[in-house]
């Protein structure tokens, strides 16, 4: 997918969620943000946890991260696992700015720590208040101290 793209090639369809709140660091269009290991989901976010149904997947939520959490320690703390396709269909500006201010604009970037919100007390390097999809894969373990992510997250597989 092209640098300016709401979706990737191989993400599902744009979800419609409604606006959830919060803030997330990290910023597009400048640098890359520094990584943790794992690059398979992320999260982070500057408050609390917030849940919100995504109406086109079944027992999937949106959950905003706190700032330096990734999206598999979110979505558990909610008795939730993350999901690659949850993250995939959230990685566009328009489900970022249902749930994130994103007053310094929505970009594309690259970044295990994303879809997420950089943060607005952020070092300015970071881009504050800026709102970031990622051009690269999608993951649940990525976080960053800037960010704060917005995940996607369904039921967990019950124990047999």
């Known amino acids: 997918a092209a640098a300016g793209d709401d979706t990737t090639a191989d993400a599902a369809p744009a979800l419609?969620?409604?606006?959830?709140g919060g803030r997330g660091p990290q910023q597009a269009g400048q640098r890359q943000?520094?990584?943790q290991d794992g690059a398979q989901d992320g999260a982070g976010r500057a408050g609390g946890v917030e849940v919100k149904a995504l109406p086109a997947a079944r027992?999937?939520?949106a959950v905003v991260a706190?700032?330096?959490?990734?999206?598999?320690?979110?979505?558990?703390r909610e008795g939730f696992a993350c999901s690659l396709q949850g993250l995939r269909a959230l990685n566009n500006?328009?489900?970022l700015k249902?749930?994130?201010?994103c007053a310094a604009g929505c970009e594309a970037s690259e970044g295990t720590d994303q879809p997420a919100e950089v943060v607005p007390d952020a070092a300015e390097k970071w881009g504050p208040k800026r709102c970031l999809k990622t051009t690269g894969p999608v993951s649940c373990v990525g976080k960053h101290e800037a960010t704060a992510r917005l995940c996607g997250c369904e039921q967990a597989?019950?124990?047999a």
Do not use: G, I, M
């Open 33 to 35: 943000a520094p990584q």
């Open 157 to 159: 597989a019950a124990a």
């Open 16 to 20: 419609d969620v409604a606006a959830v």
């Open 66 to 76: 706190r700032r330096s959490e990734s999206c598999d320690d979110a979505c558990l």
């Open 59 to 61: 027992d999937t939520r």
């Open 98 to 101: 249902a749930h994130f201010a």
């Open 93 to 95: 500006c328009e489900s």
